[in-house]
């Protein structure tokens, strides 16, 4: 895998694992005791990190390396993680209720096939 390659998994898969959990850049920063904007600047490909930094912010995560580097781990696509970013700074009662309807739309869809 090509360096440049393996720097958009590693800052796909902090943002796809940092989403998942509902944790905001700047708190997956805090949790790894980096700077406020380090996980900003590393999902957007803008810094060039450390093993060591990777390393806290794969603890931080609470994944194991190879869960981490899972590379047949199923990537989302740009709409999916456009979605999930806004779903994610929506209050909290408000994103129960959207998560909600969406899974009684999948519901729906999914019965009617």
Request: no cysteine; charged share 30%.
């Amino acid at each position: 895998m090509e360096q440049d390659k393996l720097q958009l998994f590693i800052a796909s898969r902090i943002k796809f694992l940092r989403q998942q959990q509902g944790i905001s850049q700047e708190k997956l920063s805090e949790l790894a005791g980096l700077g406020s904007k380090h996980i900003h600047n590393i999902e957007r490909g803008k810094y060039n990190f450390k093993i060591q930094t990777l390393s806290k912010i794969i603890k931080a995560l609470g994944v194991d390396r190879e869960t981490f580097f899972d590379f047949k781990a199923t990537e989302l696509d740009q709409e999916t993680v456009k979605l999930l970013d806004l779903i994610s700074k929506i209050p909290t009662e408000q994103k129960n209720d959207i998560i909600n309807a969406i899974n009684t739309l999948l519901l729906n869809i999914k019965n009617d096939r």
